[in-house]
């Protein structure tokens, strides 16, 4: 049990609906960062010192992206969980998992959460003698 997120929870509907939403929240986080880096770059006005000089715009940059932060976190916590404990693919592809959630982080935990884990859990939830292997 890491965090209180455990093997068995991991396989229920409202674990793998809630990870649905971070898995969002982290391409959601990901997509604005890189948005407004390259807005940042070609233009002139710097997007992070506008934030910074308006103490409203930055509160509710802070208040809407800290949950976005949280929900992140979450999720590649709970992927790396489920990696460990739960995963049923061949060795091979745990090992390809391993280094890119290494490499790519709270991004490559919201590509595991479609390509495997979503497929396994929904596949077990739907078959529920599968349930008691885990």
């Not at 976190?73 to 709970?78: E, I, K, Q, R």
């Not at 391993?98 to 490559?108: E, P």
């Amino acid at each position: 049990m890491l965090f209180g997120i455990t093997k068995e929870w991991l396989v229920t509907k409202k674990a793998c609906n809630m990870l649905l939403w971070s898995a969002f929240a982290a391409i959601l986080l990901t997509s604005l960062f890189v948005f407004f880096n390259i807005v940042d770059e070609d233009s002139r006005v710097n997007i992070a010192d506008r934030v910074n000089d308006s103490f409203v715009l930055s509160s509710i940059v802070g208040i809407l992206v800290t949950p976005v932060i949280i929900a992140t976190g979450v999720l590649y916590v709970a992927m790396w969980v489920y990696w460990a404990t739960v995963d049923m693919s061949s060795p091979d592809t745990k090992t390809v998992w391993f280094f890119l959630m290494i490499l790519g982080m709270w991004l490559a935990a919201s590509v595991y959460y479609f390509v495997i884990y979503r497929r396994q859990v929904l596949k077990h939830l739907s078959h529920p003698e599968n349930m008691a292997k885990l």
